[in-house]
């Protein structure tokens, strides 16, 4: 699943919007994914038969097929069909994120599997996604993040309830003015923001 924004975009976006940006996709990613597993990001479980196996990566692939239409249709409700109904939600903030923030078009360019892992009616599953994003004026960028994804059986169907993004930073790195010859006591200051408003609805992790 993609959650990023590439990151060169963001000298032509004022910087409240780039924090509240970065900082709600990479940091909901995880929490939710946290939150939702209640453990670390190590797949847990056995090997799956293969017909498990099948189906489980048949559901992550939609999935990500079904993001890339979201966000070209702009709706969401095109990935409900794989998601649990609160990891629906939490992907249709992201997706509506990634539109306010300017992509118009994402696309999976390729997708490396990692371990599988099955314990019952719930699984875990690690991709390493490359994705390609675009913005309007046909500025792209591409980035390669780990996923781990958790999924559970329901109505005998498996379903994601919730992806993790364990190697993202927990902030966006912002410059600092170089000190000048006197210690520093004489570089300009930048001019406190004032803090960014909240997308409406307010933020969940």
């Given at each position: 699943?993609?959650t990023d924004l590439?990151q060169?975009?963001?000298e032509?976006?004022?910087?409240?919007?780039?924090?509240v940006v970065?900082?709600m996709?990479?940091?909901?990613?995880?929490?939710f994914g946290?939150?939702?597993s209640?453990s670390?990001?190590?797949?847990?479980?056995?090997?799956?038969t293969?017909d498990?196996?099948?189906?489980?990566?048949r559901v992550i692939?939609?999935s990500?097929l079904?993001?890339?239409?979201?966000?070209?249709?702009?709706?969401?409700s095109?990935?409900r069909?794989?998601?649990t109904?609160?990891y629906?939600?939490?992907?249709?903030r992201?997706n509506?994120s990634?539109?306010d923030?300017?992509?118009?078009?994402?696309?999976?360019?390729?997708?490396?599997?990692?371990?599988?892992?099955?314990?019952g009616d719930?699984?875990t599953a690690?991709?390493?996604?490359?994705?390609?994003?675009?913005?309007?004026d046909?500025?792209?960028?591409q980035?390669r993040?780990?996923?781990?994804?958790?999924?559970v059986?329901?109505?005998?169907?498996?379903?994601?309830?919730?992806n993790?993004?364990p190697?993202?930073?927990?902030?966006?790195?912002?410059p600092?003015p170089?000190?000048?010859?006197?210690?520093?006591r004489n570089?300009?200051?930048?001019?406190?923001?004032?803090?960014?408003?909240?997308?409406?609805g307010?933020?969940?992790?």
């Amino acid at each position: 699943m993609y959650t990023d924004l590439p990151q060169r975009w963001t000298e032509r976006l004022p910087l409240h919007s780039v924090l509240v940006v970065f900082i709600m996709l990479a940091l909901s990613a995880c929490r939710f994914g946290s939150a939702t597993s209640g453990s670390d990001s190590a797949p847990t479980g056995s090997t799956p038969t293969a017909d498990v196996e099948s189906a489980i990566k048949r559901v992550i692939q939609k999935s990500n097929l079904d993001q890339e239409r979201s966000i070209a249709a702009r709706d969401s409700s095109l990935m409900r069909d794989t998601s649990t109904d609160a990891y629906y939600q939490h992907v249709a903030r992201v997706n509506q994120s990634l539109i306010d923030s300017g992509i118009v078009q994402v696309r999976l360019e390729n997708l490396e599997w990692g371990p599988i892992t099955a314990d019952g009616d719930r699984a875990t599953a690690i991709t390493f996604e490359t994705w390609m994003a675009a913005v309007a004026d046909g500025r792209s960028s591409q980035s390669r993040d780990r996923n781990v994804y958790r999924l559970v059986q329901q109505d005998g169907q498996w379903k994601i309830e919730s992806n993790e993004h364990p190697d993202e930073p927990s902030q966006p790195s912002q410059p600092r003015p170089t000190p000048s010859g006197d210690g520093g006591r004489n570089t300009p200051q930048p001019r406190p923001r004032e803090p960014a408003p909240l997308p409406p609805g307010g933020f969940t992790a």
